[in-house]
């Protein structure tokens, strides 16, 4: 069974990091390009981050570029999303989506609030 499962959400006052993680299991990890997408209440699901599966290359949304990294280790089929002067507006659940040609996965979310 194919599984992608986030952790490190929390709560964070402003100007404060996260670090994001998502796991994946049952699949050949390396050959999945991710992404890390976010969802405000009343919003749209947003895209945030994505890094390609073969030569780990890495693109941003503008309202997180320079403040947010994301990376991955292929040995330990992990992605990550270094979260870093965060913002109220940062507010989400964040989500990390698995694409391989025309399959994908969606693992079940962790809640970032960002708040003073």
């Known amino acids: 069974q194919v599984q992608f499962v986030e952790s490190g959400g929390g709560l964070v006052q402003p100007g404060g990091s996260l670090r994001l993680s998502c796991v994946a299991s049952?699949?050949?990890?390396?050959?999945?390009?991710m992404n890390w997408y976010r969802q405000a209440p009343g919003k749209e699901r947003e895209l945030v981050a994505t890094?390609?599966?073969?030569?780990?290359?890495?693109n941003y949304a503008d309202s997180v570029k320079g403040r947010f990294t994301i990376s991955r280790d292929n040995a330990k089929n992990t992605v990550y999303l270094q979260m870093n002067s965060l913002k109220p507006e940062d507010t989400a659940v964040y989500y990390c989506?698995?694409?391989?040609?025309?399959?994908?996965?969606w693992g079940q979310g962790t809640q970032v609030t960002v708040s003073s």
């Open positions: 890094i390609t599966s073969a030569a780990g290359s890495a």
């Open positions: 049952g699949t050949t990890f390396n050959s999945w390009t």
């Open positions: 989506h698995a694409v391989r040609w025309s399959f994908y996965y």
